[in-house]
């Protein structure tokens, strides 16, 4: 008898193993290019992938994998999607992993696992490998039979996307990619689609009276103003009623940084104190922001918060004002409130260039020596100078980008990104890998020309993952590399010396780094003076490869930025628990 459940040779069929089953359901996305360390772990998957025209980036390291994932995201604005070998490279994940959580970075995470049937009472594997990372994700699952890999997927992507970005990490049995089933194509909800939550009309009204009557308005924003689209709005409540803008994280940019109305939070923060109404928008009141205390801001200063989790308000500092909605909603109005209050004052932003005279004119007077060894500062204009406004700047290390923050002006959306908040050193060049991916593929879906991207770190940060080159080497991706190379981890050992006269254990030499690009095929110099500086850029900059510039600079520089508080952009002196010790030094 024919079993009437059989389908007949007629009947149409769409079975596909679960690799390719996650590659279409992850090409609903948009997203066209992953980052993967290695293939075993994922062999259909990437087939699945291949076909489905997504690139696929090589890794060195999990912790690169992901953050790779992590700078396509920022830049793109669109998920991230990374894939690793859940027990040996989870381990390895867990930096790149927090990184981009406390990023708010829409990052998937497809980690293979070891089929269950192969563990052992007593085995060395762990019951649920994902326990790793249960605690510093936001969502971490295992997909628990074949036939549910699309749901699981789904569901990570929302995971990722929707409220607040976060890391959603999924775990894959290995064997499930090799599984076949039939594949239903079915609608799908758009990803992270989401209501604007629109402010309360009452708060916004309180806000504006409290904007229309300050002499010193200041906007701060972060993160949050960015993922929520909120430049075009902040722009204009910006140039309508003349406030001036600090951008902090991804942040940075959306009002340009021109010095007049935009400005870089790490530079002009010693205006803060100035401010007699402070809105923040989209930003946690962290350790940067001296936690919204005095004496970084006037403990008699209005606040207003802006922010799209009601958990973020008033962290550490009690908010006169709180609005608990989308910032690009709220934005707009409170555009529309200020714009109907006829008394409102038209604040004149200059005040903020005033509270900078002292520390500018140090900034100025340093850096300008002709001859060798080449300061910091003096890296910082000449590519300033040559760097393209459009240009998406990465910062890692920690002594050159206090340097770099005196001098860095960002002038675009989603156009600079550091390894702030969690500080992990070296994680840099993985993020500009990502974003190097991220510019390529939304030049090939404009037709504009791809955005330049730029790494500026550290001789002791690039050395944790340099090999990363080998991805952009392979990839064809191109990205600016300038290595502050002054020998030391310098802020450890300028520290010591500023304490005790001495250093231990902070020496590295300043090696020929520039080889390590040479070993991959791409171009490097070693640049020892200071007029060599600009030509080397231009090259690079013109070149079709990638480039490492190695800046032999100032050894002895450090200790001076540690003793003078005019040039100290980023206060690690706040590092200090107690609310009664939060130390910002004083500008005279």
């Given at each position: 008898m024919t079993n009437p459940s059989a389908p007949s040779s007629t009947t149409p069929s769409n079975r596909l193993n679960g690799g390719k089953v996650i590659a279409r359901t992850l090409a609903h996305t948009g997203v066209r290019t992953a980052f993967c360390l290695a293939g075993t772990a994922h062999t259909q998957l990437l087939f699945g992938l291949q076909d489905e025209k997504f690139r696929i980036v090589s890794g060195r390291h999990e912790t690169c994998t992901v953050a790779s994932a992590d700078g396509y995201a920022r830049v793109s604005g669109k998920m991230g999607i990374a894939l690793i070998k859940a027990d040996q490279g989870l381990p390895n994940a867990i930096t790149g992993i927090i990184t981009a959580q406390l990023a708010c970075s829409p990052v998937v995470v497809l980690a293979s696992l070891t089929p269950a049937n192969t563990l052992?009472?007593?085995?060395?594997?762990?019951?649920?490998?994902?326990?790793?990372?249960?605690?510093?994700?936001?969502?971490?699952?295992?997909?628990?039979?074949?036939?549910?890999?699309?749901?699981?997927?789904?569901?990570?992507?929302?995971?990722?996307?929707?409220?607040?970005?976060?890391?959603?990490?999924?775990?894959?049995?290995?064997?499930?990619?090799?599984?076949?089933?039939?594949?239903?194509?079915?609608?799908r909800p758009q990803i992270a689609s989401r209501n604007a939550p629109v402010a309360d009309v009452s708060s916004i009204d309180e806000a504006a009276r409290l904007?229309?009557?300050a002499q010193h308005p200041m906007i701060i924003v972060g993160s949050g103003a960015a993922l929520s689209q909120a430049?075009?709005?902040?722009?204009?409540?910006?140039?309508?009623?003349?406030?001036?803008?600090?951008?902090?994280?991804?942040?940075?940019?959306?009002?340009?940084?021109?010095?007049?109305?935009?400005?870089?939070?790490?530079?002009?923060?010693?205006?803060?104190?100035?401010?007699?109404?402070?809105?923040?928008?989209?930003?946690?009141?962290?350790?940067?922001?001296?936690?919204?205390?005095?004496?970084?801001?006037?403990?008699?200063?209005?606040?207003?918060?802006?922010?799209?989790?009601?958990?973020?308000?008033?962290?550490?500092?009690?908010?006169?004002?709180?609005?608990?909605?989308?910032?690009?909603?709220?934005?707009?109005?409170?555009?529309?409130?200020?714009?109907?209050?006829?008394?409102?004052?038209t604040a004149d932003p200059l005040w903020v260039n005033n509270a900078l005279k002292i520390r500018l004119a140090r900034i100025d007077e340093l850096g300008r020596d002709e001859k060798a060894p080449i300061h910091p500062y003096r890296m910082a204009r000449d590519l300033m100078a040559q760097m393209p406004e459009n240009a998406i700047y990465v910062g890692d290390g920690a002594d050159i980008q206090n340097w770099m923050h005196?001098?860095?002006?960002?002038?675009?959306?989603?156009?600079?990104?550091?390894?702030?908040?969690?500080?992990?050193?070296?994680?840099?060049?993985?993020?500009?890998?990502?974003?190097?991916?991220?510019?390529?593929?939304?030049?090939?879906?404009?037709?504009?020309?791809?955005?330049?991207?730029?790494l500026v770190t550290?001789?002791?940060?690039?050395?944790?993952?340099?090999?990363?080159?080998?991805?952009?080497?392979?990839?064809?991706?191109?990205?600016?590399?300038?290595?502050?190379?002054?020998?030391?981890?310098?802020?450890?050992?300028?520290?010591?010396?500023?304490?005790?006269?001495?250093?231990?254990?902070?020496?590295?030499?300043?090696?020929?780094?520039?080889?390590?690009?040479?070993?991959?095929?791409?171009?490097?110099?070693?640049?020892?003076?200071?007029?060599?500086?600009?030509?080397?850029?231009?090259?690079?900059f013109a070149a079709d490869k990638t480039t490492v510039l190695n800046v032999i600079t100032d050894p002895?520089?450090?200790?001076?930025?540690?003793?003078?508080?005019?040039?100290?952009?980023?206060?690690?002196?706040?590092?200090?628990?107690?609310?009664?010790?939060?130390y910002t030094p004083a500008i005279a």
């Open positions: 052992e009472a007593e085995g060395e594997d762990e019951n649920d490998i994902l326990d790793l990372v249960k605690g510093q994700c936001k969502w971490a699952k295992t997909v628990p039979s074949p036939d549910r890999l699309a749901e699981f997927v789904e569901a990570a992507i929302h995971q990722a996307t929707s409220g607040r970005p976060g890391v959603a990490v999924l775990g894959v049995p290995q064997h499930f990619e090799a599984a076949a089933m039939e594949y239903i194509e079915r609608a904007l229309a009557q430049g075009a709005a902040l722009r204009q409540l910006a140039r309508t009623f003349k406030i001036p803008v600090l951008g902090s994280n991804l942040g940075r940019g959306l009002v340009p940084e021109d010095m007049k109305l935009g400005f870089a939070w790490p530079l002009a923060q010693v205006a803060a104190r100035d401010a007699d109404v402070v809105l923040i928008v989209g930003l946690r009141m962290g350790q940067r922001m001296g936690y919204g205390l005095a004496p970084r801001f006037s403990a008699d200063a209005k606040f207003i918060q802006i922010d799209v989790h009601a958990e973020e308000i008033g962290r550490n500092r009690p908010v006169d004002v709180p609005i608990v909605a989308d910032a690009k909603t709220a934005l707009e109005q409170l555009h529309t409130a200020l714009a109907a209050k006829k008394d409102a004052v005196a001098i860095l002006r960002i002038k675009s959306e989603r156009a600079f990104m550091d390894h702030y908040p969690l500080g992990s050193m070296g994680i840099g060049t993985p993020l500009a890998l990502g974003a190097a991916a991220a510019a390529r593929e939304m030049a090939e879906e404009t037709g504009d020309m791809e955005r330049p991207v730029v550290g001789d002791g940060s690039f050395g944790f993952y340099c090999s990363e080159l080998n991805g952009a080497a392979l990839a064809g991706l191109k990205i600016v590399c300038l290595i502050s190379n002054d020998g030391a981890w310098g802020t450890e050992k300028h520290g010591q010396m500023n304490a005790l006269g001495k250093s231990v254990n902070c020496e590295l030499g300043q090696w020929d780094y520039q080889m390590i690009a040479h070993a991959y095929g791409l171009n490097g110099e070693r640049i020892e003076k200071p007029e060599d500086i600009a030509p080397a850029l231009r090259r690079a002895a520089a450090g200790l001076m930025r540690k003793q003078d508080p005019r040039v100290q952009t980023v206060a690690f002196e706040d590092l200090v628990s107690s609310q009664k010790k939060h």
